[in-house]
């Protein structure tokens, strides 16, 4: 299996475009402009360390809740549920 070198991930929205785009920025290239710049932690061990489908949705909805901070007019598009959905479990 091939490894690359590790990457940052950015998100933004378009509004010209109606787009989001996500591009692979290598962290040092990030490092100077994010010094002193406001991080929310997402600590791995509060989801046992389960990155399952769930984690995923939540931080999907989190991003796009980031974005609409700055760019409110992309949530007349976002139908999503902020709070953890209960499956049902199996067995």
């Known amino acids: 299996m091939a490894i690359d070198t590790p990457r940052s991930v950015v998100l933004t929205y378009d509004q010209d475009s109606q787009r989001l785009n996500v591009q692979l920025v290598e962290p040092a290239e990030l490092a100077p402009i994010l010094v002193g710049k406001f991080t929310v932690p997402i600590l791995l061990d509060e989801y046992e360390f389960t990155l399952d489908d769930e984690f995923a949705r939540r ?5 796009l809740n980031a974005v609409a901070l700055g760019q409110p007019e992309i949530k007349r ?3 999503v549920t902020p709070d953890p959905i ?5 067995g």
């Not at 931080?59 to 991003?63: F, R």
């Not at 209960?86 to 199996?90: A, H, M, S, T």
């Open 59 to 63: 931080l999907g909805v989190a991003m």
């Open 86 to 90: 209960d499956r049902p479990r199996e």
């Open 77 to 79: 598009y976002m139908t």
